[in-house]
């Protein structure tokens, strides 16, 4: 297990949340940035299982006190706005250049045979396909913008069935003017690449289908190629981290699980 990160990642984390004004509660034996660094250990290394990344840490001596596991769990709900904050604040602070990559992961609640069953969504627009796979699943659809490093600059979870250029529009705005936005064929809309480059000044450059003409510009062919890596590491990534089995209760809980995956992801691809 690297764990070359975790020092680097936990004071990024803990000045960030320092000069924004927050202040643990003086009675906690583990301050809030701790308890933000179990999540996102437990996110990187033990697919959210927080109980296991309490134990590593403290007998590593990251941890500063004792905190058991329903309180945990309690702190980081509370945490929730923190978390979303720094998940986006990372990718701000961490990108950097005019390349970016984007492209969408399933986030299965359940297996698509047991929908009718499943409590905490409910209705077709959460029925998906993931078509690297060729398998149906029901739930969520993570959509990521990253760096050729892998860092997220900006994320958006929607339901399973939403179209992949659905989120497009509003996770370009944070890029900067000029940027070029690499994509697979999914992505494929002269409509929205045109209305993407007037809004936003962002090209979208996705990979052509074979019936479709090729990109004007040779050199984007051939960057094409580089950063369908990028693309393809991004989602293993994910893919060992265990997100496409992630455990909660409460849709909140879900949530707070695909954050930390993002701030892990951020974390250990800053080097």
């Given at each position: 297990?690297d764990v070359?990160?975790i020092?680097?990642?936990?004071v990024?984390?803990d000045?960030l949340?320092?000069?924004?004004?927050?202040?643990?509660?003086?009675?906690a034996?583990v301050p809030d940035?701790?308890?933000?660094?179990?999540?996102i250990?437990a996110?990187?290394?033990?697919?959210?299982?927080?109980?296991?990344?309490?134990c590593?840490?403290?007998e590593?001596?990251?941890?500063s006190?004792?905190?058991?596991?329903?309180?945990f769990?309690?702190r980081?709900h509370?945490?929730?706005?923190?978390?979303?904050?720094?998940a986006?604040?990372?990718?701000?602070l961490l990108?950097t250049?005019d390349?970016f990559?984007?492209?969408?992961?399933p986030?299965p609640?359940?297996?698509r045979?047991?929908?009718?069953r499943c409590?905490?969504?409910?209705?077709?627009?959460y029925?998906?396909?993931?078509?690297?796979?060729?398998?149906?699943?029901f739930?969520?659809?993570?959509?990521?913008?990253?760096t050729?490093?892998?860092?997220p600059?900006?994320?958006?979870?929607?339901p399973?069935g939403?179209?992949?250029?659905t989120p497009?529009?509003?996770?370009?705005?944070?890029l900067?003017?000029?940027?070029?936005l690499?994509?697979?064929?999914?992505y494929n809309?002269?409509?929205?690449e045109?209305?993407?480059?007037?809004?936003?000044?962002v090209?979208?450059?996705?990979v052509?289908?074979?019936?479709m003409?090729p990109?004007?510009?040779?050199?984007?062919?051939?960057e094409?190629?580089d950063y369908?890596?990028?693309?393809?590491?991004?989602n293993s990534q994910?893919?060992?981290?265990g997100?496409?089995?992630?455990?909660?209760?409460?849709?909140?809980?879900?949530?707070?699980?695909?954050?930390?995956s993002?701030i892990?992801?951020?974390?250990t691809?800053?080097?």
């Open positions: 297990m070359d990160w020092i680097p990642a936990f990024l984390i000045t949340m320092e000069r924004l004004g927050h202040r643990t509660d003086s009675r034996q940035s701790e308890v933000i660094l179990i999540a250990v996110a990187k290394y033990f697919q959210n299982h927080h109980e296991r990344a309490v590593i840490l403290r590593a001596h990251y941890l006190g004792r905190i058991d596991v329903t309180r769990n309690r980081l509370k945490l929730a706005d923190w978390m979303a904050f720094i986006t604040t990372l990718g701000e990108s250049g390349v990559v984007i492209d969408s992961l986030v609640v359940c297996r045979v047991r929908a009718r409590r905490k969504v409910r209705g077709r627009a029925c998906g396909y993931c078509a690297a796979k060729k398998e149906k699943f739930g969520w659809r993570l959509h990521l913008i990253c050729p490093s892998g860092i600059v900006s994320f958006q979870l929607l399973a939403f179209h992949d250029l497009l529009h509003e996770l370009a705005v944070v900067p003017a000029g940027a070029r690499f994509a697979d064929k999914a809309s002269a409509a929205d045109t209305s993407i480059q007037q809004d936003t000044d090209r979208l450059i996705p052509r289908r074979a019936n003409q990109h004007s510009w040779f050199v984007d062919e051939l094409l190629r369908r890596h990028t693309i393809e590491t991004v994910c893919e060992k981290m997100l496409e089995r992630l455990y909660a209760r409460t849709n909140p809980g879900f949530e707070l699980k695909v954050l930390a993002i892990a992801l951020a974390c691809n800053m080097y």
